[in-house]
């Protein structure tokens, strides 16, 4: 069990209905936690779609959670 | 330099502080909210960045540019918030000796913060529905690149 | 619109001028005076045009461009006479609903006013020396597309 | 034998020494005029490095001569 700090963009945030969280998990990767919170509140985004950041750097889904991380689920970027 | 603004852009001063006094090739992008976007009428549109690491990413496209290409200066500054119609949302300005370098560097500069750093884009119609661009629920990637 | 000017050229004014209310990309190109030349250090350029022809030349290069690219405006000034190191020599402007058109426009009329319009460059160089470009006694014309 | 009008530009002027002429010649193309006034002014460039045009317009070199014409021979180009 580890808590991570979480902040949400774009659709995510309107999915979630806020923009950051305190939340604690048992999830060991940045994908594993993505596929609960999909699971959990419904974001029609896959995996394929969306990137995760760690403490505010790309990360691979991969990625271990460690306590105290930020997390950041990236969905499509369009900038411009 | 790469930097994000709520303020709106003023493409004027921009261009002013990358003047190089070497002279040579200026090229500059200028992206502006379109008055309609695959069919439908845009009435405003809403950037959101994820400041942290857009700032990151942006500024390691410029270097990127820098290594890739002979360049004397590169510039982009990425509006966020709500902008109207008409309002400029992104400005990318390089200098070089040479138009090639200058056209070639400025192209990939958009190109990538296009596709790389996180700032997403809410289009609000004149039928009153807004949408995240890129965020369709049966989404892919292939609509990416195509705007702007 | 194509047009050789005697008068400083204005970027902030001739990107004004041609601002679309629809938005979209809009690309620009500003040439300017370069310091040195092939190892030469250049003091003053002057630019000599046979005005008639240019001019014909150009407003046919825009309407190419025109032609071939999905744009909504286009433009190009030529300064004529003489310019200190870092004067604006030439400016580009193209605006279009997608940043590709835009760019490959801008880069064509700018790369087919060189080699096309009747215009002429002298360099003036920091040893007292003079030289009108690409007119070399043993000159050919690889050196055409070469600078800025 | 006919009445043209010269214009000259860039290092042609500079050659020739003025920028426009009157000339009467039994020349009758625009490329049998540039010889004879290559030979007789020496400039520089060859026919290969220069472009004729006639009352305003482009024209090729064997493009006849009319009285009255407007002759411009025009070097390299480098604007921009």
Same mark, same amino acid.
């Not at chain 2, 700032?119 to 702007?148: F, I, M, P, Q, R």
């Given at each position: 069990?580890?808590?991570?700090?979480?902040?949400?963009?774009?659709?995510?945030?309107?999915?979630?209905?806020?923009?950051?969280?305190?939340?604690?998990?048992?999830?060991?990767?940045?994908?594993?936690?993505?596929?609960?919170?999909?699971?959990?509140?419904?974001?029609?985004?896959?995996?394929?779609?969306?990137?995760?950041?760690?403490?505010?750097?790309?990360?691979?889904?991969?990625?271990?959670?460690?306590?105290?991380?930020?997390?950041?689920?990236?969905?499509?970027?369009?900038?411009? | 330099?790469?930097?994000?603004?709520?303020?709106?852009?003023?493409?004027?001063?921009?261009?002013?502080?990358?003047?190089?006094?070497?002279?040579?090739?200026?090229?500059?992008?200028?992206?502006?909210?379109?008055?309609?976007?695959?069919?439908?009428?845009?009435?405003?549109?809403?950037?959101?960045?994820?400041?942290?690491?857009?700032?990151?990413?942006?500024?390691?496209?410029?270097?990127?540019?820098? #290594?890739?290409?002979? &360049?004397?200066?590169?510039? !982009?500054?990425?509006? /966020? %918030?709500?902008?109207?119609? $008409?309002?400029?949302?992104?400005?990318?300005?390089?200098?070089?000796?040479?138009?090639?370098?200058?056209?070639?560097?400025?192209?990939?500069?958009?190109?990538?913060?296009?596709?790389?750093?996180?700032?997403?884009?809410?289009?609000?119609?004149?039928?009153? #529905?807004?949408?995240? &661009?890129?965020?369709?629920? !049966?989404?892919?990637? /292939? %609509?990416?690149?195509?705007? $702007?």
């Amino acid at each position: 069990m580890k808590t991570v700090q979480l902040q949400y963009f774009a659709l995510l945030r309107d999915q979630r209905g806020v923009a950051t969280e305190s939340l604690t998990t048992t999830a060991a990767t940045a994908g594993e936690l993505y596929e609960r919170l999909r699971e959990q509140h419904g974001f029609t985004l896959g995996p394929a779609h969306v990137r995760a950041a760690l403490n505010g750097e790309f990360a691979p889904w991969d990625a271990p959670l460690r306590a105290g991380d930020t997390v950041v689920f990236i969905p499509p970027v369009a900038g411009g | 330099m790469f930097r994000l603004s709520r303020e709106p852009l003023d493409p004027v001063a921009l261009r002013q502080s990358r003047l190089d006094p070497r002279g040579g090739a200026f090229v500059s992008f200028e992206g502006r909210v379109r008055d309609q976007n695959e069919g439908r009428r845009v009435l405003a549109l809403e950037y959101e960045a994820y400041g942290e690491l857009a700032e990151k990413e942006g500024a390691r496209i410029l270097a990127e540019a820098r #290594a890739k290409f002979t &360049l004397l200066d590169v510039a !982009c500054a990425h509006r /966020t %918030g709500r902008l109207g119609l $008409g309002e400029l949302a992104v400005w990318v300005g390089v200098t070089a000796a040479h138009r090639d370098a200058a056209f070639t560097a400025c192209r990939y500069i958009i190109d990538e913060c296009k596709v790389r750093v996180p700032v997403w884009k809410k289009e609000h119609y004149s039928d009153g #529905a807004s949408e995240w &661009l890129n965020s369709a629920v !049966c989404g892919d990637h /292939t %609509g990416l690149a195509k705007d $702007g």
